[in-house]
């Protein structure tokens, strides 16, 4: 058993690669816990190894990523662990009893509220999926709105992957996207979130648009560059 394991774990057990990811949330949000944060790398480590995702990385690339956003947003220790544990009883072996014994009763809740977070698989129409995914947001907001924080950084990193996918998914990924998580982040006063959310949904479903919008703001950037620097000399 992992937890049996790490009782006996030093810090020095983290990689290299680890240990940069746990200073980087630190740096982010410097009143995180680093010692729970070091016990949550570790068991992702061991909880998700052998998986990998459609681009070949090491599964845990994605709650890594997904804990980053969350420490970014400033988040609380509870907050950001979930988020690296947010797949843990989806797609492995351990249980919510194991991850609340280990990590706390909050963590245990906000894993199982985004979990629960799902659409149906084997439902006769789109607009019932998208019912039911509503209808399951608005429950977990009513229980914790951290759980609907966590699904959107995910959305976020998923979406930023999305061109290891089928056209088709991507095109129907991004179209719920834009109609549900974006309006919802908003919603939220999460800005940044929905600008993400939306730019990523435009360069799949609209290529061509999102690559001459990108191309006329970095000539407009470079422009406002030398404007920025003619200013500066004069108020020199």
């Keep these: 058993k992992f937890f049996d394991r790490l009782k006996g774990m030093e810090v020095s057990a983290l990689t290299s690669h680890q240990e940069h990811i746990i200073q980087v949330l630190i740096r982010k949000n410097p009143s995180l816990d680093e010692t729970l944060l070091r016990k949550a790398v570790l068991f992702i480590a061991d909880a998700h190894q052998g998986q990998f995702r459609k681009s070949g990385m090491p599964y845990t690339e994605h709650p890594l990523e997904v804990a980053k956003i969350l420490a970014d947003l400033q988040l609380n220790t509870a907050t950001v662990l ?19 014994e280990q990590f706390g009763e909050s963590v245990a809740n906000l894993v199982d509220g985004v979990t629960k977070i799902t659409t149906l698989k084997n439902s006769p129409s789109k607009s019932e999926l998208k019912a039911e995914t509503i209808r399951k947001m608005l429950l ?57 959310l939306e730019d990523l949904s435009l360069q799949a479903l609209k290529p061509h648009i999102y690559e001459q919008i990108i191309n006329f703001s970095k000539e407009r950037e470079k422009e406002k560059k030398g404007q920025i620097v003619e200013v500066t000399k004069k108020l020199q």
């Design 82 to 100: 979930a988020g690296l544990l947010h797949d843990v009883v989806e797609d492995t072996d351990y249980t919510l009893e194991q991850i609340a």
């Design 140 to 196: 977990a907001m009513i229980e914790d709105i951290r759980v609907i924080i966590i699904k959107l950084s995910d959305k976020v990193h998923n979406m930023s992957t999305l061109c290891y996918v089928s056209e088709e998914k991507q095109k129907r990924t991004a179209k719920e996207c834009l109609e549900i998580y974006a309006p919802l982040a908003g919603k939220l006063g999460l800005g940044v979130i929905k600008s993400q």
